[in-house]
């Protein structure tokens, strides 16, 4: 399996690209397409913005881990879940979709197309926090109705946590509530 996070590392310490194809034993040509991906994505290769992020993958073995689906070694990836893997990133756009309308920030975003695409825009602690239960609520709505319905109240209960508690960013306005009760001084309700 091709390790995406050690090919941007290996770049960002100046190797061509045969060099990391060889040290990474994939193609030169993946090693291509992955300096390019992540260009088209924004990480910036090897820096510590692109070891942190999370990527579809890190979501998909917390789910699987709620679900209870991981080997004997702890893997999540195996032929048991591999149905799984391939509804996952389709169900990882349409929570990115979701949280970008609830954020305030609606319009284009880069989609993810496979496990190891970063989820750009998007808090850690929201993409591992909250959306293993959305994740795991999507892929049980099927195969188990019940685990599909506590998932998906435990994803709607932390996202409302999430939005009603998160700091604010730069430049967002923050608004009074209290009509202008400051300084000791009051305003109209």
């Not at 959305?134 to 319905?149: F, H, I, K, R």
Request: proline fraction near 3%; glycine fraction near 8%.
């Amino acid at each position: 399996m091709t390790n995406y996070k050690e090919i941007l590392r290996l770049h960002s310490l100046g190797l061509n690209n045969t060099r990391i194809a060889e040290s990474c034993g994939c193609a030169r040509s993946t090693v291509i397409s992955t300096l390019r991906r992540a260009g088209e994505q924004g990480i910036p290769p090897g820096t510590e913005r692109s070891r942190q992020m999370k990527t579809v993958q890190d979501v998909f073995n917390a789910a699987m881990g709620l679900m209870d689906e991981l080997n004997a070694q702890g893997e999540a990836r195996t032929s048991d879940t591999r149905e799984y893997e391939y509804r996952t990133p389709g169900i990882v756009n349409m929570m990115i979709s979701e949280y970008r309308i609830l954020s305030g920030s609606p319009g284009s975003f880069v989609q993810v197309e496979n496990m190891e695409d970063y989820i750009l825009k998007i808090d850690d602690t929201y993409a591992i926090g909250v959306m293993q239960y959305g994740l795991a609520a999507n892929l049980l709505v099927d195969e188990n109705p019940t685990a599909a319905s506590f998932y998906e109240q435990r994803y709607e209960e932390m996202r409302t946590f999430y939005f009603t508690h998160r700091p604010a960013e730069d430049g967002e306005e923050i608004v009074d509530l209290y009509g202008g009760i400051e300084y000791g001084r009051f305003g109209r309700w």
